[in-house]
């Protein structure tokens, strides 16, 4: 289905964002993505493997299903449910080729097999009903999420679940403006450890605007209603800094 249009705020972020999402971001996962799992762990203060657990709670697995793991970046949630079920048929794709080659090899070392491939989040090269699950973590900041929204309803199977992971902008304003203020200190600090390159440097602002353009963890529930999305829930985490999202597409179409 199309849906026409978008939102005044996905227009804004466009206007925004739209030029450093084609031109900058390439180069930013390049820079980051050897050391991209430790810098998260680093700024999230040693939280970053119990956000992944939350998001694990949230999956119904069985062999045989067949996992698209957008923006997979370096395969970790791939991985996660491999070790769960490893009946299942990972697929996994980015438009990063450093963070899928990080990827790879993470997935190789413990014996896993995930299909690689590099693609567009917002023209997936995927037949329409295709698979059983889709998840999208750390990323949607960066996409036009409706768009994606979009690609994602159209590629599930009906009654297929659509699994979102990512940073949000808190609803309280008084607890956004100290989490931006921390994670300003944070980007300083994970610059400086790991010695970060100028692509990645030049990221700091964009990230927070971008996060403070974004949506809560009940703003993301209603646009994905608005998009057809049914069953949809979603956990808030350290008062709504993390999101979590679990919503499905109707098993009759």
């Not at 493997?49 to 923006?71: I, N, Q, T």
């Not at 993470?106 to 491939?117: D, F, T």
């Not at 956004?176 to 990221?203: M, N």
């Amino acid at each position: 289905m199309h849906w026409p249009g978008t939102t005044p705020r996905e227009r804004i972020r466009a206007e925004l964002f739209g030029s450093y999402w084609r031109n900058d971001l390439n180069d930013v996962f390049a820079d980051v993505a050897p050391y991209y799992d430790q810098a998260n762990i680093v700024a999230s203060l040693g939280l970053w493997p119990w956000f992944l657990k939350h998001f694990m709670s949230m999956f119904a697995l069985r062999p045989g299903l067949r996992v698209l793991d957008l923006c997979a970046g370096t395969n970790a949630v791939g991985i996660a449910l491999l070790k769960r079920e490893p009946g299942l048929e990972v697929i996994a794709i980015d438009r990063s080729e450093a963070m899928q080659a990080v990827g790879r090899r993470r997935a190789a070392a413990r014996g896993l097999h995930i299909e690689s491939s590099i693609g567009d989040a917002h023209k997936l090269p995927y037949p329409d009903v295709h698979f059983d699950i889709v998840t999208l973590q750390w990323a949607s900041r960066h996409l036009r999420i409706e768009e994606v929204m979009d690609e994602v309803r159209r590629v599930l199977k009906p009654g297929g679940s659509f699994h979102h992971c990512d940073m949000l902008k808190p609803a309280n304003p008084r607890i956004a403006r100290w989490y931006f203020g921390y994670l300003r200190q944070c980007l300083d600090l994970t610059a400086w450890l790991f010695r970060s390159g100028k692509a990645a440097l030049g990221c700091r602002n964009y990230f927070i605007e971008a996060l403070d353009q974004f949506y809560s963890a009940e703003e993301f529930s209603a646009l994905l209603e608005k998009h057809g999305f049914v069953e949809v829930t979603h956990k808030r985490l350290l008062a709504g800094m993390i999101g979590l999202h679990r919503a499905s597409k109707p098993a009759a179409v």
